[in-house]
């Protein structure tokens, strides 16, 4: 699905397609719904994960693997025997250079800590997906918004998902007129595209859709206009799986009124599960 042919349909057209292709993607073998663990090295001093083949040590320059015959792990294809140095892998999962059998094996950083995820198309969280609850396009939600970057970005320590505080790199705000009244959103800046993400919250959060979400609008034209679109609110990757640690909405960023549009569940979540 190419943006040029998303761009082609009409607005509630092209959601549908945003949506489809949204379940594909996180149902997909490696999608969010085949991680079945995020192992933090400093956990493990000894280096055996369990349920991990391989002896896993952090070093200063990235993550060293050791491994043998019997573990089963491939390095770029290439069946590991002896040591490997590893950097974090910034490749989607299906593309991790680390595999045993099916499985995928992607080192993570965050913060100076080191991580092994692993992804396993066989998870019982993917065999048991049915879906992505989600309302459908209502032209109301689409509204005209203006960036304005920082001087300098900024950094918030926000609580993530597993309990754990850290840093959220901020880059502007976002600004938009809804239900009669401006609101105003504290958004990252992707590095390579300029694209701006936010992590809100409303008053919909852990009752009819889940506690937070993420808010994808795009790229601001150079005078930082676009179109703040929130029907393509969507799930964080740890609505799908607990093993993911995204961070909570920063102040500021809990919107005050019912957000109803977008990704809201996943279908058949209980009310105390979202």
């Given at each position: 699905?190419?943006?040029?042919?998303?761009?082609?349909?009409?607005?509630?057209?092209?959601?549908?397609?945003?949506?489809?292709?949204?379940?594909?993607?996180?149902?997909?073998p490696y999608g969010?719904?085949?991680?079945?663990?995020?192992?933090?090295?400093?956990?493990?001093?000894?280096?055996?994960?369990?349920?991990?083949?391989?002896?896993?040590?952090?070093?200063?320059?990235?993550?060293?693997?050791?491994?043998?015959?019997?573990?089963?792990?491939?390095?770029?294809?290439?069946?590991?025997?002896?040591?490997?140095?590893?950097?974090?892998?910034?490749?989607?999962?299906?593309?991790?250079?680390?595999?045993?059998?099916?499985?995928?094996?992607?080192?993570?950083?965050?913060?100076?800590?080191?991580?092994?995820?692993?992804?396993?198309?066989?998870?019982?969280?993917?065999?048991?997906?049915?879906?992505?609850?989600?309302?459908?396009?209502?032209?109301?939600?689409?509204?005209?918004?203006?960036?304005?970057?920082?001087?300098?970005?900024?950094?918030?320590?926000?609580?993530?998902?597993?309990?754990?505080?850290?840093?959220?790199?901020?880059?502007?705000?976002?600004?938009?007129?809804?239900?009669?009244?401006?609101?105003?959103?504290?958004?990252?800046?992707?590095?390579?595209?300029?694209?701006?993400?936010?992590v809100i919250g409303?008053?919909?959060?852990?009752?009819?859709?889940?506690?937070?979400?993420?808010?994808?609008?795009?790229?601001?034209?150079?005078?930082?206009?676009?179109?703040?679109?929130?029907?393509?609110?969507?799930?964080?990757?740890?609505?799908?799986?607990?093993?993911?640690?995204?961070?909570?909405?920063?102040?500021g960023n809990t919107?005050?009124?019912?957000?109803?549009?977008?990704?809201?569940?996943?279908?058949?979540?209980?009310?105390?599960?979202?």
């Amino acid at each position: 699905m190419s943006a040029d042919a998303v761009l082609a349909d009409d607005p509630a057209t092209a959601w549908k397609r945003w949506h489809e292709h949204r379940v594909a993607t996180v149902s997909a073998p490696y999608g969010p719904l085949s991680l079945t663990g995020t192992h933090w090295l400093a956990d493990y001093p000894e280096g055996r994960i369990p349920a991990v083949p391989g002896l896993w040590r952090a070093t200063g320059g990235g993550v060293t693997l050791t491994a043998v015959a019997g573990d089963g792990i491939s390095l770029d294809g290439e069946p590991l025997t002896g040591d490997a140095v590893l950097a974090a892998d910034d490749a989607p999962p299906s593309h991790s250079r680390l595999a045993a059998g099916d499985v995928r094996l992607v080192v993570l950083r965050r913060e100076g800590d080191w991580a092994v995820r692993v992804f396993d198309p066989g998870a019982p969280g993917r065999a048991a997906f049915e879906g992505i609850e989600a309302t459908a396009y209502d032209p109301a939600y689409a509204v005209p918004g203006r960036f304005r970057p920082y001087g300098e970005s900024r950094t918030v320590q926000v609580e993530n998902a597993d309990g754990r505080s850290r840093g959220l790199g901020l880059g502007g705000e976002l600004s938009f007129d809804f239900d009669g009244a401006r609101h105003t959103l504290q958004v990252a800046v992707d590095e390579g595209d300029g694209s701006l993400w936010a992590v809100i919250g409303d008053a919909t959060g852990g009752r009819s859709s889940y506690r937070f979400r993420f808010l994808k609008p795009g790229t601001p034209a150079a005078d930082g206009s676009l179109t703040v679109d929130l029907n393509r609110v969507q799930l964080p990757p740890c609505a799908f799986a607990d093993h993911f640690i995204c961070p909570f909405p920063p102040p500021g960023n809990t919107l005050p009124f019912e957000l109803a549009a977008g990704e809201r569940r996943l279908k058949g979540a209980l009310a105390g599960a979202i």
